[in-house]
């Protein structure tokens, strides 16, 4: 028997009970969807994020205290209080400091804004005039933060696109107030939207003058990071060791293994980012995988379901003379077909629930074809692993027992 014979009669006989022919192949499609959609997710994740380091431009430094030491238990890098507004302007205008353009100094904690039945909880900035031109911020309506605003601890807000939306509508809030933990604050602005997600989303954020957020907000005298342009991407290894041994000498400390900051640059904050993404990827895909051994199992449970019930036909065959490696690439080849069929109406499936998700989420749309590759090959193999042992089972079969087999 060739290889089309085998085929064809291998779809004849997955088509004489369908019913049992989609569950055997369910579990496949949702193993095989489940681990491209997760994938696909993960690398969009992974690509927002890396959108939104790159969109701040190459040649920046963000500057994050050290971490809280209890006992001996020591938690995690940006939870000090080691950094102060006094450090931001001896970095700005230190002589000993060289490479660097701009320095923005930042307060940052979720709080909840209320303005009428509406409220939200989000990412509250303390932020000074120059962390537009750091961060590219643009505006949508109104103005940002300016100098007077710091002086006179203006009450002012600006909010980001999300947020507005989330407590306005549609319509342009710029005039009306909001209420941050219990502070009235007057809007004075709408940043443009830039997409994103997650912690750090520059649309789902609310910015207030920095002296405002320290006195009066929060009551703290420290920051929680600082922003440096340095004054080109070719110069930031020296903006480092500036800012580095300016800091330590500031914080009287001698040597650099014991300092209560972090200095980080794009590149550190991708690939961090990147390594965390990726790891959550990997996870998700592992936990996604094993709804395809659970799909194999169930392949293998049905295979030889159809071996007992066709013990008869097996016996007429071999009695027939058929050979016991016709009787294997039979039953086999059925086995295959399933997992293949499953893995194309997988692959489909989980396509489609990427690109629905990534809409909602507002991630970009990305589909690797390795997964792709990789998941279609990995049904295959199961289709051989779980088929083969229903298979050798039908193949061992004596033709006189299998004959009188009722």
Do not use: C
């Not at 696909?40 to 030491?69: K, Y």
């Not at 980012?273 to 990726?278: E, F, L, R, Y």
């Not at 009695?319 to 016709?326: C, F, P, S, T």
């Not at 990305?366 to 298979?391: D, E, H, N």
């Amino acid at each position: 028997m060739n290889i089309p014979e085998i085929i064809e009669e291998a779809l004849n006989t997955l088509r004489v009970n369908k019913m049992r022919t989609v569950l055997a192949i369910l579990g496949i499609v949702i193993g095989i969807g489940s681990v491209i959609a997760l994938i696909s997710l993960g690398q969009a994740s992974q690509q927002s994020i890396t959108n939104q380091i790159e969109s701040l431009g190459s040649n920046l430094l963000t500057i994050s205290p050290g971490s809280v030491q209890s006992g001996n238990v020591r938690g995690a890098v940006g939870g000090g209080t080691t950094l102060t507004y006094d450090d931001a302007k001896a970095i700005e205008t230190s002589p000993k400091i060289t490479t660097v353009a701009k320095v923005s100094a930042e307060v940052s904690k979720r709080s909840q804004i209320i303005t009428g039945k509406n409220n939200t909880n989000t990412q509250v900035y303390g932020v000074t005039p120059v962390y537009r031109e750091i961060k590219k911020v643009e505006m949508a309506n109104g103005l940002f933060i300016t100098e007077h605003d710091l002086e006179s601890l203006g009450k002012v807000a600006v909010l980001g696109p999300s947020v507005a939306n989330d407590l306005f509508g549609q319509g342009n809030p710029v005039g009306a107030t909001v209420r941050i933990d219990k502070q009235t604050f007057k809007i004075i602005g709408v940043t443009k939207e830039k997409g994103g997600s997650g912690m750090t989303n520059q649309d789902d954020m609310v910015y207030v003058p920095l002296t405002t957020a320290m006195k009066v907000l929060y009551g703290q005298n420290y920051l929680s990071s600082i922003s440096v342009e340095a004054t080109s991407e070719d110069v930031m290894v020296q903006a480092q060791d500036e800012i580095g041994y300016l800091l330590l000498e500031r914080h009287k400390l001698s040597d650099p293994a014991k300092a209560d900051f972090r200095i980080m640059n794009q590149s550190d904050i991708l690939s961090t980012a990147s390594s965390i993404t990726g790891t959550l990827t990997s996870l998700l895909s592992g936990i996604a995988a094993i709804s395809l051994l659970v799909g194999g199992i169930g392949i293998m449970n049905i295979m030889l379901v159809t071996v007992t019930e066709r013990t008869r036909e097996v016996g007429l065959r071999k009695a027939l003379g058929a050979k016991k490696k016709a009787i294997i690439y039979q039953f086999l080849t059925e086995a295959i077909l399933l997992t293949v069929i499953g893995g194309l109406l997988g692959m489909i499936l989980g396509i489609i629930i990427s690109y629905v998700l990534s809409k909602i989420m507002g991630l970009p749309f990305t589909i690797s074809f390795s997964s792709i590759s990789l998941a279609i090959g990995v049904s295959g193999v199961i289709g051989v692993v779980f088929g083969w042992y229903p298979a050798k089972k039908a193949s061992d079969l004596e033709p006189i027992e299998a004959l009188r087999y009722e």
